[in-house]
Structure formats: C-alpha cells, structure tokens
C-alpha cells in the first residue's frame, strides 16, 4: 500500500515536493526545513519548539520521505489516546497510510494491524510508551528491524522523560531502550518546553549525546500575557470571558477537581458553555467532553492539569488559570494551547498569596521527592512568582527564563499599561522587623495572617495569648490595609527576602537577602497593589472577536460562501469522527471563501490543499460554492 497518491508516490520525493502536495503548503516555517533534511538523512535531532509551530511535520515529512526511499516504517510514542486518533485522522484525510496501536483495540485489531506493518503498508504508527515496553512490541519491532523496515523513532512530549520537567511520566524512562536496542535507526525527540535543566536530562535519559539540537524561538508572538491580582476571582474569570471571549472557546484551569465542577457550573449558569474536566470523572465520560470541546465551537473546558496535553485544537481563543501553577514551564505549555492557528489569543491569569502558600506546602510536605527534587522545584516556583511580580515586558521576562533574549512586546498588560510602582523601603522594612521581632520575643515563627494583625494593631485573641502587642512594631502599619501589606509581602518573597516554611504550619522566616533592608542599605520598589474596583474594569475597550476581525476582511459575498463551507466541513468531520478542522483549517475555507474558484486548478495552490485533499473534496468544495 503506498503511503501517498500516486502522482507523488515515486522514492525521488522531496520534503518540499511533500509539503505541498500531501500537507498543501508551499514553503517551510524556521527551522522545519533544517530538521526534515538532517532526519531524512538519518541524523537524530533534539527539537524545540512552541506549541503552534509545525513540530508534527517535522518527523510526519521525513516518515513519508523515507518511508518512500524504502527504509520503512516511523514509530511515533505519544503519550495520549486522543492525540493518536486525532493526529492518524488528519493524516488518512491527506492520504498518509497511518494507524494506532492502543489499549482502545481489540486483540483481531492490534494483531491486522501488526500484519501490516511486516507488509510495509504503513508509514506511521503512533504508540505510547508504555506499549513499546511490552514484550509483544518489543518482538514487533524486532521483526521489523530485522527485515529492514524499522524507520525512524520519534518521542513526542519528550519533557516527560525528565523528573525536572512539569509532566514527568516513569513509562519514559524505559524508552532508553531504542538507544541500546536499535543503535542504527534514527532517533528525535520533539518538546514544546524545556528549560536547560529539563533539556540535559532528556539527552542524558534518551541517550541523544550525539543528537543535533534545535531549538526555535519560544515566542508566541499572537499570545497576549495578562496577571491580576486575585481579588474576587470567579468574578474576575466571568467579566474577562464575557468582555474579551463571548462566545469563543477557552480553556480555563484550576487546581482541585472541586473548584473545576464549581467553575463549570457558574460558567454554565452564566449561559456561557462549559464542560468540567478532571481525573476524577469516568473515563468515558472525560473522553466525551474532550471531543465535545473538540468538535464544537465556543466550548470552554473547565480543567486541572490532567487536561490539555495533545489537545491540538487551533481556535483555542484564551487559557486563564485561577490558580498559579507550579512552574513557568508548566504555564508556559498549557498557556501555549491558545492561538495554535496564529490568530491573537489571550493568557490570563489571577494569583494571590495564597496560591505560593500552597504551591510550596506542596513541594515542602511531599514524602516521595529527595531534598535535591524540592529545592529545584522551590527555584521553578520563585521565578514564576518573579513572573507575576515582574513589572517588567512579560514576555521579555518569560522568554528570558528560557535563555532567550527578547525586546518588549507592546502587547502585554505590563506594555499596555505600564504598573505604577511606589518606594515601599518604609513599608518592607516594617514588615522584615515584625517577621524577626515576633521570632525573637517568642522563639517561634508565626504565618502570615498573624503578622499583618500585629502590623495593623488588631488585638486579636493569639495576638494577647502570646504578648505580641507590647512589640515594637505593633500598630506600625495601621495606614496600610490588610490586601497592601498582602501584596508587600507577595513581593518581598518573589524578591527573596521572606519565605514560607510550609513544614512549620506556613509560617514566614527571614532569608540574607533581608538584612540589607533591615540595615537600611538597599531601597525597595514595588509594584503599586491595585484596588479591587481597578482590577475588575477591563483595561481596554471592548475587544472584536478574532473570527470578526479576520471575517471584516471578506465582502459580503465571501462570508456567505464561508457560511456554507464551514457547514460542508462540519457534516464531513461528523461523517467521518473527526474534529472539523482536520477536514480543513478555518484558513483554507476563508482562503476559498475569498478567492471563489469556479474549477479544480484552482484550488492548487491554496495553503491546506493538499493533493488528497483536493482529489477528495474539490469538486465538493465547488458544488458548495455554486460553481
């Protein structure tokens, strides 16, 4: 069985030639050119690059390549489900001999499609990891090694392997194997995030020492960053939605499955489309609302982290966490599930004290991680706080933390609205002396609730139990409320001066960094906290959707023809279980929507239209537009 239409089945095919006639594209983004060349070519590669990137055309192009030069089959491991019947649907729909081995098949199904694969009837064939460990598949590739059919391997999400990186999965670990197993087939391992840390263990653990690295720009440039305060936070989430998302599909994350069935529920009593989305829910449920979310437009899924990864639906218009996560890595990834078709997306997010209490209760109290683990774990977590405080271009900081240097981007709500910042030196240092002197007169550290009741001079119960208000420093911050002094001491921490020992009852202890304040040698600048009435109005007028300010393009006979081609597509995608935009990308319907061709040459040529494709849909495309 070819893997491609006859016209461009011949061993000469070049990446290029395949670009345009299998995927519709007519020329390379960044690095793809340089990574589909040296892996045709049987180099191993370590690739880095954003979500939205292209990252699956660079082993889907060298599989083809190859696969036509003779060298057999691709393995792709790929952690999730969803993602392989996604990812294999879209390459049927454009001609690609591809397939799934999971736990979804029947033994009859797994065992055909083994038999395929000694007949070199197939491309790609997508597994998780945990499968290619299996002794059955082990013997599988063995077989295929043996008749010279073994390709190429290709470890998707590789940061999993990394215990430093934000999703780390065992299962990877064992994927070492290739190496050892198959030492002459080509290797490439593709992540979206990874800072160096993360990146050194996975060419330690994937043995890819001998790998060419590529890492592209982590800039996503059509994201727009935006950090509030956490002051009334499912108020916060609903203006933001209802004001800059009406109607458009997001992805809004919380910690606990119980604040997620609570958002979902308040999401959907607000007459805004919402799904809950959490390990805790039946699997065949969970997956039904992945496809929903899928299938349908205007779809907001309510998540924890067990939702997300795989996800590659392109009209994903806003990611907004409600509460921080544990690392910029692990923000940098789900945030980046917004805007993967290039138009504008928004990555919001609402944080408070609150939330650095508990992410770093989590990391102090965890039994099963070595000191070493915690301490990596506590830096991640300081430089995403550094993040939120940043007064600074968001993007600049994020993209720094990545080792890229960058100029500010106009874009975020520091470059739209510069924070106002204020001489707090008065302020820090008040609250510093409180944390030593409520140490010193009693021997013990006391959290951060109690601290601000001494600052303030509030005669609480605990205040006269232990004598605290013959302190110094009782009453001394009566002129700032309780959310200022909050917001100091967010910022004192994110400048490490205070931190949170969450195996002490999250009590606050002084860190070196303090002491030149303390001493009245160093000045402190903060960012001026926002009054709550502040944070709730929108900072800017209220936005066109991005569907409306890409669709003001078209007169009104373009849309017209759009309306009727998206209800085409979205027939298609239910006939063949496939999320519409598989069939095609909102790009390519506007693009014919546009150019309104009346014959089948001239459909070539317009981005998404493949080979396949064309022969497949083209003379349906023109029957729908009337030609």
């Given at each position: 069985?070819?893997?491609?239409?006859?016209?461009?089945?011949?061993?000469?095919?070049?990446?290029?030639?395949?670009?345009?006639?299998?995927?519709?594209?007519?020329?390379?983004?960044?690095?793809?050119?340089?990574?589909?060349?040296?892996?045709?070519?049987?180099?191993?590669?370590?690739?880095?690059?954003?979500t939205?990137?292209?990252?699956?055309?660079?082993?889907?192009?060298p599989?083809?390549?190859?696969?036509?030069?003779?060298?057999?089959?691709?393995?792709?491991?790929?952690?999730?489900?969803?993602?392989?019947?996604?990812?294999?649907?879209?390459?049927?729909?454009?001609?690609?001999?591809?397939?799934?081995?999971?736990?979804?098949?029947?033994?009859?199904?797994?065992?055909?499609?083994?038999?395929?694969?000694?007949?070199?009837?197939?491309?790609?064939?997508?597994?998780?990891?945990?499968?290619?460990?299996?002794?059955?598949?082990?013997?599988?590739?063995?077989?295929?090694?043996?008749?010279?059919?073994?390709?190429?391997?290709?470890?998707?999400?590789?940061?999993?392997?990394?215990?430093?990186?934000?999703?780390?999965?065992?299962?990877?670990?064992?994927?070492?194997?290739?190496?050892?197993?198959?030492?002459?087939?080509?290797?490439?391992?593709?992540?979206?995030?990874?800072?160096?840390?993360?990146r050194?263990?996975?060419?330690?653990?994937?043995?890819?020492?001998?790998?060419?690295?590529?890492v592209?720009?982590?800039?996503?440039?059509?994201?727009?960053?935006?950090?509030?305060?956490?002051?009334?936070?499912?108020?916060?989430?609903?203006?933001?939605?209802?004001?800059?998302?009406?109607?458009?599909?997001?992805?809004?994350?919380?910690?606990?499955r119980?604040?997620?069935?609570?958002?979902?529920?308040?999401?959907?009593?607000?007459?805004?489309?919402?799904?809950?989305?959490?390990?805790?829910?039946?699997?065949?449920?969970?997956?039904?609302?992945?496809?929903?979310?899928?299938?349908?437009?205007?779809?907001?899924?309510?998540?924890?982290?067990?939702?997300?990864?795989?996800i590659?639906?392109p009209?994903v218009?806003?990611?907004?966490?409600?509460?921080?996560?544990?690392?910029?890595?692990?923000y940098?990834?789900?945030?980046?599930?917004?805007?993967?078709?290039?138009?504008?997306?928004?990555?919001?997010?609402?944080?408070?004290?609150?939330?650095?209490?508990?992410?770093?209760?989590?990391?102090?109290?965890?039994?099963?991680?070595?000191?070493?683990?915690?301490?990596?774990?506590?830096?991640?977590?300081?430089?995403?706080?550094?993040?939120?405080?940043?007064?600074?271009?968001?993007?600049?900081?994020?993209?720094?933390?990545?080792?890229?240097?960058?100029?500010?981007?106009?874009?975020?709500?520091?470059?739209?609205?510069?924070?106002?910042?204020?001489?707090?030196?008065?302020?820090?240092?008040?609250?510093?002396?409180?944390i030593?002197?409520?140490?010193?007169?009693?021997?013990?550290?006391f959290?951060?609730?109690?601290?601000?009741d001494?600052?303030?001079?509030?005669?609480?119960?605990?205040?006269?139990?232990?004598?605290?208000?013959?302190?110094s420093?009782?009453?001394?911050?009566?002129?700032?409320?309780?959310?200022?002094?909050?917001?100091?001491?967010?910022?004192?921490?994110?400048?490490?001066?205070?931190?949170?020992?969450?195996?002490?009852?999250?009590?606050?202890?002084?860190?070196?960094?303090?002491?030149?304040?303390?001493?009245?040698?160093?000045?402190?600048?903060?960012?001026?906290?926002?009054?709550?009435?502040?944070?709730?109005?929108?900072?800017?007028?209220?936005?066109?959707?991005?569907?409306?300010?890409?669709?003001?393009?078209?007169?009104?006979?373009?849309?017209?023809?759009?309306?009727?081609?998206?209800?085409?597509?979205?027939?298609?995608?239910?006939?063949?279980?496939?999320?519409?935009?598989?069939?095609?990308?909102?790009?390519?319907?506007?693009?014919?929507?546009?150019?309104?061709?009346?014959?089948?040459?001239?459909?070539?040529?317009?981005?998404?239209?493949?080979?396949?494709?064309?022969?497949?849909?083209?003379?349906?495309?023109?029957?729908?537009?009337?030609?």
């Amino acid at each position: 069985m070819s893997s491609l239409p006859a016209s461009i089945s011949s061993p000469q095919s070049t990446p290029l030639d395949v670009l345009g006639q299998v995927f519709g594209y007519q020329q390379f983004r960044g690095p793809q050119e340089a990574i589909v060349d040296h892996v045709v070519h049987g180099g191993d590669a370590l690739v880095l690059m954003p979500t939205g990137g292209g990252k699956s055309l660079c082993y889907q192009i060298p599989a083809i390549v190859r696969q036509n030069a003779g060298h057999g089959v691709t393995i792709v491991i790929s952690p999730l489900i969803a993602l392989m019947h996604d990812q294999v649907g879209a390459l049927t729909e454009a001609g690609v001999s591809a397939a799934f081995l999971n736990s979804t098949q029947t033994f009859e199904e797994s065992s055909a499609l083994e038999k395929q694969l000694l007949r070199n009837e197939l491309t790609l064939l997508y597994a998780a990891p945990e499968r290619i460990n299996t002794p059955r598949m082990k013997g599988l590739l063995a077989s295929l090694h043996e008749r010279g059919l073994l390709s190429l391997f290709a470890i998707d999400e590789a940061h999993c392997v990394s215990q430093w990186g934000h999703d780390f999965r065992p299962e990877y670990r064992s994927l070492s194997l290739l190496h050892e197993t198959f030492p002459d087939v080509p290797r490439m391992a593709l992540t979206a995030t990874a800072d160096h840390l993360t990146r050194q263990d996975m060419i330690e653990r994937l043995k890819l020492e001998e790998a060419r690295e590529f890492v592209s720009s982590f800039d996503r440039p059509n994201i727009r960053y935006t950090i509030v305060e956490k002051t009334d936070p499912t108020r916060q989430l609903l203006r933001f939605i209802q004001t800059e998302h009406d109607a458009e599909a997001g992805i809004v994350y919380c910690q606990s499955r119980k604040r997620v069935e609570e958002i979902a529920g308040m999401l959907e009593a607000a007459g805004i489309k919402a799904m809950a989305y959490h390990a805790g829910l039946d699997a065949k449920l969970r997956q039904q609302r992945q496809d929903r979310f899928l299938r349908e437009d205007g779809m907001v899924m309510v998540a924890t982290i067990a939702f997300g990864m795989g996800i590659d639906k392109p009209d994903v218009r806003f990611v907004a966490h409600l509460d921080m996560p544990k690392n910029i890595e692990g923000y940098y990834q789900e945030t980046g599930r917004a805007g993967r078709d290039g138009q504008s997306a928004d990555a919001w997010m609402v944080y408070g004290l609150q939330d650095v209490v508990n992410q770093r209760r989590m990391i102090d109290t965890s039994e099963a991680a070595s000191e070493e683990f915690k301490q990596v774990m506590r830096g991640k977590l300081d430089a995403l706080l550094s993040l939120a405080e940043d007064t600074r271009c968001r993007r600049v900081s994020l993209l720094g933390y990545f080792g890229e240097a960058s100029q500010p981007c106009g874009n975020c709500d520091n470059c739209l609205n510069p924070p106002a910042v204020w001489d707090a030196t008065e302020a820090a240092r008040k609250m510093l002396s409180c944390i030593y002197r409520v140490q010193q007169a009693s021997g013990i550290s006391f959290g951060a609730g109690h601290l601000m009741d001494i600052l303030r001079g509030k005669t609480t119960e605990k205040i006269t139990q232990y004598g605290h208000e013959s302190l110094s420093t009782f009453g001394i911050g009566a002129d700032l409320a309780e959310a200022q002094w909050r917001s100091v001491l967010r910022q004192l921490i994110a400048k490490n001066m205070v931190r949170v020992n969450a195996e002490a009852f999250n009590t606050l202890q002084l860190l070196p960094d303090a002491r030149q304040v303390l001493k009245g040698e160093a000045s402190v600048l903060l960012r001026q906290q926002a009054l709550a009435a502040k944070a709730d109005k929108p900072k800017r007028g209220s936005k066109t959707s991005v569907k409306g300010l890409v669709e003001a393009t078209l007169n009104a006979g373009a849309l017209e023809r759009l309306a009727r081609l998206k209800a085409w597509r979205g027939e298609v995608a239910r006939e063949h279980n496939l999320p519409a935009f598989v069939i095609f990308h909102d790009a390519t319907l506007r693009a014919i929507a546009e150019q309104a061709p009346q014959r089948l040459q001239d459909l070539e040529g317009i981005s998404g239209m493949g080979t396949k494709k064309l022969q497949a849909y083209g003379a349906e495309v023109l029957r729908v537009l009337g030609a």
